[in-house]
């Protein structure tokens, strides 16, 4: 029987921040950031085991939320990398995984995920290779070179990406292979990694609450979302 492995990435620093502490850890509604997705993914029974990424010097903090927040399941905390990529491919590679085995990728810095959306992802990735959440670009986007406006891509075929991000193990683990193989260290998702090698993404619709924080201003929108589940009222 394949197994599902939910992977929180946790290895960053929050340098866009800028805060003195890893935005994984400031609060939201007296809640580490990391603890939303930790709560989130240890109450879905379609997930096996839970495997948390940290830098060296927070596994010690990371440990003692995981406690205080995974009740259900096996929990491994694992050293992350220098890179998001790096992180990834250590939760790939440190145990042994059946090739159908599922890996949920989620961003620690997304507090907001739903049960419903990660058990779409999970759905999805039964019948595919890969699957993530993407919702439609609101923003108009434009490509620049040297200051000069090259083109506005038309909005129609434009996604923002999301997390969790789904791989068969057999795919995740060939696409970082073939990372190494090409000398690429800078993929920013996993998925333009594996469609990179040449494997399929199947998109589910993922939800404007999903933000990741990776500024001073997310997080100050991520503590209205906040009060707003508080109140049993999201988006
Ligand atoms: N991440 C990780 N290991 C790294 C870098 C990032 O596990 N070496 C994780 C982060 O902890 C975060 C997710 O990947 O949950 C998305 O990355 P990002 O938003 O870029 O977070 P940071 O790298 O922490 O922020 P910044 O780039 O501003 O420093
Ligand atoms: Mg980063």
Known sequence: MSKVYAVILAGGKGLRLGDEIPKQFLLLNDMPVIAWSMEKFDSIKEIDHIIIVSSESEMEKTGYIAKDYIKNKPVDII??????????YNAVSYRKFKEEDI???HDAARPFVSK????????????????ALYVSAIDTIAVIENENVISIPSRENLYYTQTP???KYHVIKKSHENAVLKNITNFSDDVSMVIKTGFKVKKV?????NIKITTKTDYETAKVIARKFLQGQAF
């Open 79 to 88: 050293k992350g990398g220098s890179t998001r990529q790096e992180s990834s």
């Open 205 to 209: 619709d993922g939800s404007y609450d």
């Open 103 to 105: 890996i949920l990728l």
């Open 116 to 131: 419903e959306l990660i058990i779409s992802c999970i759905n999805k990735v039964k019948h595919f290779n890969g699957s």
């Open 165 to 167: 991000q789904a791989f």
